[in-house]
């Protein structure tokens, strides 16, 4: 790791230091200068500041013995025995890294009375699943998950450890992290492996302006969360391959502080992540109002109406609406954005998708690096006359003889 040291005595006017960081990272505490939490290395203060005032310093790292840790893990998240998708998009992802460093597909699966569903992750990829059945594991607690992730970590040694980004996950993840003192990336959108095994994470960073990589070369396991939509998620084979092992665990690991009084069933909603067709309203949109145009073509092509950011923080629309890293990643097999400039963080939520039109009057704007299809103009004209071509061509099918 790297630090800057302050020496006091060279540091000379203590505000126009403070002045060159751009980050408030730099403050005057009693006549002195001290770095805050702010600090983001960017080494201004070192090149601009008084020689020697401030100096960036590596500091050494105990080297770690690499060829102990062996194989990519994949946290299974499901409820009551159902897997979450995402599972099978990590499995996918794992199995593509593995290859690279000719290492084994691990999944670990906890919870109660699930050995039965374990089983259906022997259709993919899998060398081993670990699984660990207690009855204190039949709800997801943050104290015995954490405690049978860690157990798993120090008996298999994995290399890397990859979750789903999912309520679980993002409890989970960083939890383990503490335990055994290793980092975390969260929201990776690409990942890939170094032949020294090292895990290259990927993603967004200081409000999606850069792509940031992220290695973790001197701890193990390194870890890594993904949200659901942004893998590809392997084909189901019909044969099964690799092997489940029952593992146990000391039962003083699995006590909790929490109790759970009640389970009450959350209300089934669509989610604009399970959507095949999406028109995503962005910043273009003038007035709340005008949303009722972009609905009504949503509905046409039996789709759902999602935003941007700027649309949610405007409270137009709910923020489970949003696509983007700061909102929802999807996959749909269309998305026509209208009005949306396609920053880096929307343009990471979507990308992945089938067919993508964008309608934007700049034809400058970044969303048309993204879409397969563009259409330069004002969303107010061109949307009125994709309904009316769309309710055109329906008349004409409904008026089709039945023999047709």
Not at 99 to 121: R, T
Request: charged share 25%; aromatic share 6%; glycine share 8%.
């Amino acid at each position: 790791m790297a630090k800057l040291v302050i020496n006091q005595k060279l540091v000379g006017n203590i505000d126009e230091l403070i002045s060159i960081c751009p980050f408030g990272a730099m403050e005057n505490k009693n006549g002195e200068l001290a770095i805050n939490a702010a600090c983001k290395m960017c080494k201004l203060c070192v090149k601009k500041g008084p020689k020697g005032a401030v100096e960036y310093v590596e500091e050494e790292t105990a080297a770690i013995d690499k060829s102990l840790w062996k194989g990519i893990a994949v946290y299974v998240d499901h409820i009551d025995g159902a897997i979450h998708p995402v599972t099978y998009e990590l499995i996918g992802k794992a199995k593509e890294l593995a290859a690279k460093i000719n290492h084994p597909v691990y999944a670990i699966m906890m919870g109660s009375k699930i050995k039965e569903e374990s089983k259906e992750l022997l259709h993919y990829p899998v060398y081993k699943v670990f699984l660990y059945d207690n009855k204190e594991l039949d709800r997801f607690k943050i104290e015995p998950y954490t405690a049978v992730l860690e157990d798993f970590v120090k008996k298999q040694m994995p290399t890397a450890i990859l979750m789903g980004a999912t309520p679980v996950g993002r409890q989970l993840a960083p939890r383990l992290a503490a335990r055994v003192k290793t980092g975390l990336t969260a929201d990776c959108t690409i990942l890939d492996i170094n032949e020294n095994t090292d895990l290259v994470q990927i993603r967004p960073a200081f409000g999606g302006n850069i792509m940031a990589q992220i290695l973790t070369p001197n701890h193990r396991p390194q870890m890594a969360t993904v949200r659901y939509k942004v893998m590809d998620a392997p084909r189901r084979s019909t044969d099964i391959s690799g092997e489940i092992i029952e593992c146990e665990i000391e039962q003083e690991k699995l006590a909790s502080k929490i109790e759970v009084l009640d389970i009450i069933a959350k209300e089934k909603e669509q989610f604009i992540e399970a959507a095949e067709v999406l028109v995503v309203a962005g910043r273009g949109v003038k007035k709340e109002e005008d949303l009722a145009l972009l609905k009504e073509l949503a509905d046409l092509l039996g789709g759902s109406l999602a935003c941007t950011r700027p649309i949610m923080e405007a409270g137009w629309m709910e923020a489970k609406c949003q696509v983007g890293l700061s909102g929802r990643t999807v996959r749909p097999k269309l998305i026509i954005t209208a009005g949306v400039s396609g920053s880096v963080q929307f343009a990471a939520g979507m990308n992945n998708s089938e067919h993508i039109i964008a309608i934007n009057k700049d034809e400058n704007a970044p969303i048309f690096k993204t879409a397969h299809y563009g259409l330069v103009g004002d969303l107010y004209e061109i949307i009125p006359e994709l309904i009316s071509q769309i309710k055109a061509g329906k008349g004409q099918w409904d008026n089709l003889p039945t023999n047709a």
